[in-house]
Structures are given as C-alpha cells and as structure tokens.
C-alpha cells in the first residue's frame, strides 16, 4: 500500500498547513478546532478512524448477565447509554422505572433524555471522572450495579470501583473496531492526530506498510502516546501538559512555533 498521507519533503522543514483530526467533525460550531483552523489559517478536517458495534444479543447472553439482577446502571459515555436501551429492547427487557443510573457527567445524564422521561427516573452524575462520580455512588453503596462497557475499558474505572467496595457487574455490550480508510489512500495530511491507541491501531490496519516521513503526529493521553511510539513513530506533539490541558491548545502551541520562521525550532 502507498499511503500518502505525508508531505512532499522527506524532512520535516515546511510550515504545517493541514491536520486530519481521527475523530468525529465536531457537531457544535464554536468548536475549539474551528476557531483555531481560522486563527492561524490552517485546514483541520475530521475522520473517525475507529467506531462501535453493538454486541448482538445472542452474543451478550454468553456472558451471562441478567440486566434486571442489577438495581443500578453505571453510563460512563453516550455509547453506553445507547448500546444498553437497545440491548433491553431487541432482548425484550422491561427496565422498571426504579432503576438508578449513574452517569459519568452532566452532559452523559441529558443525553438519557433520548430514551427515558428525564424527570421522572433517578439520574445521578458526576463532573466528568469516575473519582467524582464515585462520591455519588457512596450514598446508594448497597445497589449492584451494572457497568456497560465496550471491549476495550480504561484500567482506572474497575479499579476505583473496587477500590471503593462497589458490587458491580462488567458487561460487554458493544466493540471497538477499526474503521475503513481506504479513502485517504492519496491524500496527504501534514498531521495526524490521534486520541486512542485504536486509532494508531486503525491506521496500520488500513495502511500495513505506512512511513511517517515527514508527518507530524500528535497524541492525546499517556496511552496513545506510548502506542504511536510503540509503532516507532515519532511524537511532535503530546497533551494534555501543564501548559496545553487541551490537545488544540497543545496543537496551537506548535503550530505558532513550527509555521514562524517556515521551520521547526
């Protein structure tokens, strides 16, 4: 395969004028990548390189899990909360109106608003992390609960479950999976920008025989950033740090540097 997604020069000297971000276009137009692509006259342009599909429920009752054993449901992000409503609808699973469920933050508990009368269930969230949902949780400490989960699971939310003693149940309900990439073939990025070590997973999977060259790579999280140098890749740009909390703060940061002189200093 001849993947193209580099610059023409074999260094990495040019001013960097294009970015292809591996996650979906943000839906919200005051979006942080907008408003860089216009501050510094750059072209950003978004692609999942990874996406989820739902555990079919033959496949779901071998790991034999009962749903309506559990009397509170843990939604760490919005897949979770749709892969489980479809998992109790195409299993023919009542959820009765006094289930609880516990979402990892404000914005995760609206989105429920989609299959349930908001107001009329027992939704509970956090800020954004399990630590601070985890001091919601403590007050309903004799609930099982249920964590749905994709195949692949940050280490930290059972470990701060059970390191708080919660009785919960762990259950696959959708998978991870490599998008198709075979568009971007021929088409060339002067950075690829990564979020997940499914993404650089994604990347060789559709381009086996891909050559950095002179592609900047930039990488959101310590576990992304050992996998993209795992694959021997170099790394231009890591966040979040101290002084770019954010990966377009940390992409702005270099962009200012490497495109003042036409160099990289």
Known sequence: MNLQLVTQNSQKLKILKSILVSQPEPENEKSPYFELSKKLKIKIEFRPFIHVEGIP????????????????????????????????????????????????????????????????????????????????MKKHKNEKFLLPSADILKSEIPKILEENGFEYTRATFYRTVCSDLSDLRDIRYDMLVFFSPSGIKSLFQNFPNFKQNSTRIAAFGPTTAQAVKEHGLTLDVEAPTKNAPSMTMALENYIKQINKNGKVK
Not at 70 to 88: E, K, L, P, Q, W
Request: aromatic fraction near 14%; charge should be positive.
């Open 57 to 136: 429920v033959i496949e779901f009752r071998k790991e034999r899990v009962n749903i309506l054993d559990h009397g509170a449901v843990i939604f760490t992000s919005r897949n979770a909360v749709d892969h489980y409503f479809r998992m109790c609808q195409e299993a023919r699973i009542t959820v009765p109106d006094s289930m609880k469920y516990f979402c990892l933050s404000e914005a995760t508990a609206y989105y429920m608003q989609k299959y349930v009368i908001y107001r009329k269930r027992k939704i509970f969230h956090g800020k954004q992390t399990i630590t601070d949902l985890t001091q919601v």
